[in-house]
Every structure is written in C-alpha cells, then in structure tokens.
C-alpha cells in the first residue's frame, strides 16, 4: 500500500488560459486591494432565538474574528454559526449567528481589527455553506498598460470555459501541514499527528516557535512547553495534554474540533487536485461515465457524452471530481479510473474516511470548473493599478481567477 507522502507530488498550477501572455501585478499588497463580500443564501427574518452578526474584519481569520467576539462576550466558540471560512488577508465581510444572545452587546464591542455593520434575528443557525456566492473586488498593482488587453483576453476566455476549480494553497495550511496532520487522524497515528502539529519545524518561520517545534521533535515535551509563547495557546493547550495523557484521542479531544475537520477535508482537497490534475486537458468536457453537475447543485450520470457536450460547452452542466468520503458516489469509464488511481496512491481505502470521533466524512463531488459572474476591470494609469470585480460560487478560490490573469501561481499543494 503506498502512502500520501511517498507517492503524491508538488505540481505547478496549469492555466486554461495558457496560450494567452500573463498580466503582471501584485496581488494582495495590502488589505485594502482584497475586498469579500460574503452573499446570504437567504433573506433573515428579523426575529428568532439567533442573534445575526454582521462584521467586517481586516487582516484577521475566520476562525480569529469568532475568537476575539467570543473571548469578549464570554461565549463558546464551538456554538457560533457561520456560512463559510474567509481569508486572513483582505478586508472581508461575513456573517455569524449566535444563540440566546443580547444583540446590543454586539453593537458595543471594540474590537482591533473588526467592526460590527448590522445585527438582526433568525429562527435558525447559520451552518457551513448557507451562502448564495461571494463577491470580490481585487486590486491588482504595478500593471503596465500594455498587459491590461491580456488580463481581458483571460477573463472572456474563462467566461467561455470556466475556471479550473483548485483548491488553493491557503487551503493546505502556513506550512503545508494541514494534509500531513489530517492524513495521520485518517489512520489513527496519533504520534504521527501531534509532531505534525507540535514538532515538525520544517518552514517555521517564528524562531520561538522553531525552537518549541524543535524541543518537541527531540522528545522533550516539557522543555517544548517552556519555550512555546504564550501567544499560541492552542499548541499549549494540546501539548500540556499530550504531557498528561500521552499522544492519545484524550489529549486529541483538548483541540478544536474545527481544526481537526479541516485537516481531514484538506485530504480530501489535495487528491481533488490530483484529479483534477490528471483530467486537465478536459476539465470542461463531459466523458462517458462522467457525474455531471446542474447550476442548481443536482448530479446525474452521464451516459453518452456526444449528447451532454453541448450542454458543457454552454456552462449548464460541469464534469465532477472526487470529495472522498466513505459514501461517496463514484462516475464509471475515465474518471472512475482516474480516480482509483488516486485514491490507492495514497493509500486511504474508503472505509478510513469513517473515523468516527466527529470527524468521519461521507464525501461528495465538487465541480473540475466554476463560473465567475458579473465581471468587471477597470484600468486606471495613474498609479498602474487594474481592478477586477467578480462573482464566485461558494467554495471557490478567487486566487486561482487571479493567478489565471496574473500567471504568477506557485506550485498546489499535491503532497503532504
């Protein structure tokens, strides 16, 4: 059996838009050129037992805003509802849900680095992708003139085709190390899991935290704990249970649930793009066999591609690739090859995606392309800055839209 280290591979991003000469420019060169504005799947109704929360956070996480609100209102972050993650870099606006919580408490919080814009009432809480889309305004930098027409030829010939739906590499963690981590839950390593998440010093930056990763790798657990900082109190925490109760699913337990799902999905996202990356030149054409994906979220089998083609070509359907899981529904033909051929190079059969522990994953499919709607550049000479305006489903990158135009992305993440 072979193993995801071993046998993936680092692979540099491929462009549908190959043929067509890069637009240079600096993307993200300060919050203020990466505006998210996060879509609701549907209207609130003003009145429910869940406070709606909508905030604007800059140069923060997801997961950092929803600490700082809760460190503040003393309330349990594993009970806040939200739609979707958003990036740390950028200005971005999302929202949160709360339970039995006062909404004028809301409206009196300071917080660096975030702002309350609007709270109402829902019956409900917001779970994991109630959102319709998410709409980016992107400024890109240091853009000469005669660049602009390449950016332009990219984005109608994405409009034509779709954009190759990657994950990206935010998805995979600072170091890379979030499909390391998820693929040792996947088989009960726990050893393995922790120097992941306490050891493995490879890319660390932070020389503090080096030394703490260092410590930990050389089996001097509490020698680690004196030198990780106190800012980093989720590693803290994990280590002192780790000291306690050894590397087990007790001492598991003391990190966040949140945590350890993503790292288990990031599996799943990097053998997305093996597939992905195997199927390339045919992204956006249908085979026989294909699982194919309605603009209203429906799947159907593909049975004869001749007469589906037509229907890719005009974006109403879209080839699907694997979101592995222990239910997953397989394609036949190719791509049922293709992915095969993934799943057992990595050594993860199907039935390890039923963990258990809150952590098991079902699977499902996601689209090899999506579509980017009501887009728009404006050019403006001046300070050679091109801004670009767009639409995304959920769930897709707007960094893989931008290194299309740009050709400036660095290699995915197709190993751990």
């Known amino acids: 059996m072979g193993s995801l280290e071993n046998s993936a591979k680092t692979c540099a991003m491929k462009y549908a838009s190959e043929g067509i000469p890069p637009c240079p420019g600096l993307i993200k060169s300060a919050n203020e050129d990466f505006r998210v504005f996060e879509i609701p799947l549907y209207d609130f109704s003003g009145s429910g037992d869940h406070t709606l929360v909508h905030i604007e956070k800059s140069g923060i996480s997801t997961f950092e805003a929803q600490r700082r609100i809760c460190r503040e209102l003393k309330f349990k972050e594993r009970d806040v ?10 200005i971005t606006r999302q ?17 660096p680095k975030l702002k309350v814009l609007e709270v109402t009432k829902h019956s409900n809480k917001l779970k994991r992708g109630h959102l319709a889309a998410n709409r980016f305004e992107v400024v890109l930098r240091d853009v000469e003139p005669s660049a602009v027409p390449h950016a332009q030829a990219t984005l109608e010939l994405l409009a034509k085709r779709g954009v190759p739906n990657w994950y990206d590499t935010q998805r995979f963690g600072r170091r890379g190390e979030n499909p390391k981590a998820g693929l040792a839950l996947l088989r009960g390593d726990l050893e393995a899991y922790f120097r992941c998440v306490l050891g493995n010093a490879d890319g660390e930056t932070d020389k503090e935290v080096h030394a703490a990763r260092e410590a930990y790798n050389a089996g001097r657990p509490e020698e680690a704990m004196q030198l990780w900082p106190s800012r980093a109190n989720q590693e803290r925490t994990a280590l002192r249970a780790v000291i306690k109760d050894g590397p087990t699913w007790n001492a598991l337990k003391k990190l966040p649930q949140k945590l350890k799902l993503l790292q288990v999905s990031s599996v799943q996202s990097m053998l997305f793009n093996q597939a992905l990356d195997a199927r390339f030149e045919d992204f956006d054409n249908v085979w026989d066999g294909d699982i194919c994906r ?60 039923d963990i258990g522990h809150g952590l098991s994953q079902k699977g499902d499919r996601r689209p090899f392309r999506f579509i980017a709607s009501d887009v728009g550049t404006e050019y403006a000479e001046a300070d050679k800055s091109l801004t670009v305006c767009f639409t995304l489903p959920k769930g897709c990158y707007a960094t893989v839209l931008l290194k299309e135009i740009t050709k400036s992305g660095e290699d995915l993440a197709f190993s751990s």
């Open 81 to 90: 509802g939200y739609a979707g993650m958003k990036d740390a870099r950028g």
């Open 95 to 111: 929202w949160f849900s709360f339970e039995h919580t006062n909404p004028e408490s809301f409206l009196a919080l300071d917080i």
């Open 294 to 353: 309605l603009a209203n979220g429906a799947d159907f089998d593909v049975e004869d591609a001749d007469i589906e083609q037509p229907r890719a070509k005009s974006l109403e359907i879209s080839p699907t690739g694997p979101i592995f899981g222990h239910k997953m529904r397989s394609p036949k033909g190719r791509e049922f090859e293709i992915e095969q051929q993934v799943l057992e190079a990595s050594g993860i059969t199907p039935e390890m995606w």
